[in-house]
């Protein structure tokens, strides 16, 4: 159960209308409960959307985006995580085969060494936050380092995103549950 409302518009009538625009044209109609959560930080979830925007801007491919993202979800158990990135990951590439073994990433011979690259870079950060030579070596075997910095930023804005949903007890939509 969410330890907060999650807002609606009529919420915030007259405080804040922009926001809910914002999110209306940016993200999926209706709002999703993790957005409606964080309007009660008005400034906050302004910001937060730009920076998600930048962050999905990166010149990661977004297949191996979308990897590294649900690799985070896997690592943290986060259904709310997984739940929402599947349709990305699809989009960008994912097979329905390779969805079903992220979180046997190591041992499936469905990825490429790339993918298990930054799967496997992604689940160190998440999982012991500092990563390991070898596993930074194995990544940069295939990612520049621009690339490389965009990474480290999508594994840790993802973390983040998991962990303030933790907190808050932020429920997956009905339209998301099997």
Known sequence: MARVKYLQRS??????????????????????????????????????????????????????????????????????????HQSHGLKAGISPEQLKS???????????????????FAKESTLTVEVSDAAWRRVAAFLDERQLVELALNVAWYNSGVRIMGALGIELEDSYRR
């Open 102 to 120: 992220i979180a046997e990433f190591e041992t499936s011979p469905l990825f490429s060494e790339e993918e298990r690259a930054v799967m496997a």
């Open 11 to 84: 919420d915030l009538v007259g405080i804040d209308d922009t926001l809910f625009d914002r999110l209306e044209r940016e993200r999926k109609v209706p709002t999703a409960n993790i957005f409606r959560a964080l309007a009660h930080a008005p400034a906050i979830l302004d910001q937060f959307l730009s920076y998600a925007n930048a962050i999905r801007g990166s010149s990661i491919s977004p297949k191996l985006r979308e990897m590294a993202i649900l690799t985070v979800g896997h690592c943290t158990r986060s259904e709310y995580e997984i739940a929402h």
